[in-house]
Nanobody
Framework: QLQLVESGGGLVQPGGSLTLSCEVS????????VGWFRQAPGKEREGVSC????????NYADSVKGRFTISRDNARKTVYLHMNRLQVEDTAVYYC???????????????????WGQGAQVTVSS
Protein backbone atom coordinates (compact mmCIF):
# COMPACT_ATOMS: atom_id res chain seq x y z
CA GLN A 1 0.00 0.00 0.00
CA LEU A 2 1.57 3.24 -1.15
CA GLN A 3 1.38 6.14 1.30
CA LEU A 4 1.60 9.82 0.44
CA VAL A 5 2.07 12.52 3.05
CA GLU A 6 1.57 16.21 2.24
CA SER A 7 3.14 19.01 4.25
CA GLY A 8 3.81 22.71 3.96
CA GLY A 9 0.30 24.10 4.01
CA GLY A 10 -0.65 27.16 6.00
CA LEU A 11 -1.92 30.72 5.99
CA VAL A 12 -0.41 33.22 3.58
CA GLN A 13 -1.34 36.71 2.41
CA PRO A 14 -2.40 37.37 -1.16
CA GLY A 15 0.65 37.68 -3.37
CA GLY A 16 2.67 35.43 -1.10
CA SER A 17 4.30 32.04 -1.68
CA LEU A 18 4.13 28.54 -0.24
CA THR A 19 5.70 25.23 -1.14
CA LEU A 20 3.84 21.99 -0.60
CA SER A 21 5.69 18.69 -0.29
CA CYS A 22 4.40 15.20 -1.02
CA GLU A 23 6.56 12.41 0.35
CA VAL A 24 5.91 9.01 -1.24
CA SER A 25 6.57 5.74 0.55
CA UNK A 26 7.69 3.92 -2.59
CA UNK A 27 10.87 1.95 -3.23
CA UNK A 28 11.44 4.40 -6.05
CA UNK A 29 9.57 7.55 -6.94
CA UNK A 30 10.56 7.05 -10.56
CA UNK A 31 7.84 4.45 -10.98
CA UNK A 32 5.03 6.89 -10.27
CA UNK A 33 3.20 9.70 -12.04
CA VAL A 34 2.21 12.23 -9.37
CA GLY A 35 -0.49 14.88 -9.44
CA TRP A 36 -1.63 17.73 -7.23
CA PHE A 37 -5.33 18.43 -6.80
CA ARG A 38 -7.32 20.85 -4.71
CA GLN A 39 -10.82 21.16 -3.34
CA ALA A 40 -12.33 24.37 -2.04
CA PRO A 41 -15.42 24.40 0.22
CA GLY A 42 -18.55 23.79 -1.81
CA LYS A 43 -16.61 23.10 -5.00
CA GLU A 44 -15.58 20.01 -6.91
CA ARG A 45 -12.03 18.75 -6.77
CA GLU A 46 -9.87 20.09 -9.58
CA GLY A 47 -6.54 19.10 -11.02
CA VAL A 48 -3.76 21.61 -10.41
CA SER A 49 -0.58 20.07 -11.79
CA CYS A 50 1.09 16.75 -12.50
CA UNK A 51 4.49 15.33 -13.35
CA UNK A 52 5.01 12.14 -15.31
CA UNK A 53 7.07 9.13 -14.32
CA UNK A 54 8.56 8.69 -17.78
CA UNK A 55 10.46 11.90 -18.37
CA UNK A 56 9.30 14.25 -15.65
CA UNK A 57 7.29 16.37 -18.05
CA UNK A 58 4.64 18.54 -16.45
CA ASN A 59 1.15 19.89 -16.96
CA TYR A 60 -0.77 22.69 -15.26
CA ALA A 61 -4.33 23.91 -14.95
CA ASP A 62 -4.86 27.23 -16.73
CA SER A 63 -5.70 28.89 -13.41
CA VAL A 64 -2.20 28.29 -12.02
CA LYS A 65 0.01 28.46 -15.13
CA GLY A 66 2.87 30.87 -14.63
CA ARG A 67 2.37 30.93 -10.84
CA PHE A 68 2.80 27.30 -9.73
CA THR A 69 5.69 24.95 -10.47
CA ILE A 70 5.78 21.20 -9.85
CA SER A 71 9.07 19.38 -9.36
CA ARG A 72 10.34 16.07 -8.08
CA ASP A 73 13.37 14.93 -6.10
CA ASN A 74 13.72 11.21 -6.72
CA ALA A 75 16.42 10.81 -4.09
CA ARG A 76 14.11 12.24 -1.42
CA LYS A 77 11.04 10.50 -2.94
CA THR A 78 9.27 13.84 -2.76
CA VAL A 79 7.23 15.91 -5.20
CA TYR A 80 6.91 19.64 -4.60
CA LEU A 81 4.36 22.24 -5.60
CA HIS A 82 5.89 25.70 -5.50
CA MET A 83 3.09 28.26 -5.37
CA ASN A 84 3.80 31.93 -6.08
CA ARG A 85 1.57 35.01 -6.36
CA LEU A 86 -1.11 33.23 -4.39
CA GLN A 87 -4.66 34.49 -4.69
CA VAL A 88 -7.65 34.19 -2.38
CA GLU A 89 -9.14 31.85 -4.99
CA ASP A 90 -6.28 29.39 -4.36
CA THR A 91 -7.64 28.67 -0.87
CA ALA A 92 -8.39 24.94 -0.69
CA VAL A 93 -7.29 21.60 0.67
CA TYR A 94 -4.49 20.36 -1.57
CA TYR A 95 -3.98 16.67 -2.20
CA CYS A 96 -1.22 14.76 -3.93
CA UNK A 97 -1.94 11.51 -5.71
CA UNK A 98 0.09 8.82 -7.45
CA UNK A 99 -0.42 6.35 -10.28
CA UNK A 100 2.04 3.84 -11.74
CA UNK A 101 0.95 4.32 -15.37
CA UNK A 102 3.18 5.81 -18.06
CA UNK A 103 1.36 8.72 -19.67
CA UNK A 104 2.17 11.88 -21.54
CA UNK A 105 1.97 15.13 -19.62
CA UNK A 106 -1.15 16.23 -21.48
CA UNK A 107 -3.07 13.32 -19.97
CA UNK A 108 -1.80 13.20 -16.41
CA UNK A 109 -4.38 15.58 -14.94
CA UNK A 110 -7.19 13.34 -16.20
CA UNK A 111 -5.87 10.13 -14.67
CA UNK A 112 -7.91 8.14 -12.17
CA UNK A 113 -5.24 8.22 -9.51
CA UNK A 114 -4.80 5.15 -7.37
CA UNK A 115 -3.31 6.50 -4.17
CA TRP A 116 -4.06 9.75 -2.35
CA GLY A 117 -2.61 11.71 0.53
CA GLN A 118 -4.60 13.10 3.43
CA GLY A 119 -4.50 16.70 2.23
CA ALA A 120 -2.95 19.97 3.35
CA GLN A 121 -4.90 23.18 3.97
CA VAL A 122 -3.80 26.29 2.12
CA THR A 123 -5.51 29.51 3.13
CA VAL A 124 -4.84 32.76 1.29
CA SER A 125 -6.21 35.70 3.22
CA SER A 126 -5.27 39.17 4.33
Amino acid sequence: QLQLVESGGGLVQPGGSLTLSCEVSAFSLEGWTVGWFRQAPGKEREGVSCITRSDGSTNYADSVKGRFTISRDNARKTVYLHMNRLQVEDTAVYYCAAHPVVVVAGSCLALEYTYWGQGAQVTVSS
